[in-house]
């Protein structure tokens, strides 16, 4: 029976892409590779990939397109890699329901360390299926789920799993950097605005406080940002 973790490497550079299979196929994972959108999101469905490495600018369809497709009917890793390194990229990528991202040119012995974290970031949630509930919202982790006012919440894996750390730790103040470092595995080298804008898309999918009186998300001015239960 073959154990091998799959991953799933999507770039057009040919190039970038044999390098990074080969540092994988040594670390004993099995790898294939898509040199376009299409090309990746068919092979999402025929490989079943347990981690992508998914590059943003891409022919036919861009990294972007893809990840969002992917999230309609999977929560499979994703980390995105851009040459860009805007804010903007990396911010609009997280929001998709990207698991990371990597600024071009990289080590690729780093993306490998990488990979092997968001691997075992995802093991580590799915053999731990939990649930918080709260007054008219539950978050359940064992099938990546938000539930508020008996409504379907749509969330990207990053803001739900925020939203689950901050509420399974009611009025426990943390800083960004230690949101950071919680739910992404590492510091992102001071890029705080991460944190900063799933806070603000958790904000608008859950209504105002008026309409969940007895919990809110808090800002602690100067500091972070609290899950506070009345």
């Known amino acids: 029976m073959n154990t091998k973790q799959r991953i799933l ?16 196929t040594k670390e004993g994972y ?4 898509a040199s376009d959108g299409k ?9 079943s990939p347990d981690l992508i490495i998914l590059d943003i600018m891409m022919p036919e369809m861009d990294g972007y397109e893809v990840c969002r497709e992917v999230r309609k009917n999977s929560m499979t890793p994703i980390i995105m890699l851009t040459a860009k390194g805007e804010t903007f990229d990396k911010v609009l990528g997280l929001e998709l329901g990207a698991d990371d991202y990597m600024v071009k040119p990289f080590d690729t012995k780093e993306l490998v360390a990488r990979v092997k974290a968001v ?3 995802q093991g580590t949630t799915e053999n731990n299926s939990r649930k918080v509930s709260y007054d008219q919202l539950t978050i359940n982790m064992s099938n990546y789920s938000v539930s508020y006012m008996d409504r379907n919440i749509e969330m990207p894996p990053k803001e739900l799993e925020l939203l689950f750390y901050l509420a399974t730790h009611p009025n426990q103040v943390f800083t960004r950097e230690q ?13 705080t605005r991460t ?15 008026e309409d969940h009186p007895n919990w809110s998300i808090k800002t602690v001015w ?3 940002y609290k899950f506070e239960s009345k």
């Open 179 to 191: 949101l950071l470092n919680q739910i992404w595995g590492y510091e992102y080298y001071g890029d």
């Open 9 to 24: 490497i999507a770039d057009d550079d040919s190039n970038i892409a044999e390098l990074i299979s080969l540092y994988l």
């Open 222 to 224: 100067g500091v972070g």
């Open 119 to 121: 691997l075992r970031r």
């Open 195 to 209: 944190v900063d804008v799933h806070i603000k898309r958790i904000r608008e999918k859950l209504g105002s406080d």
């Open 30 to 33: 099995e790898t294939q590779i």
């Open 39 to 47: 090309e990746a999101l068919k092979m999402v469905g025929s490989f």
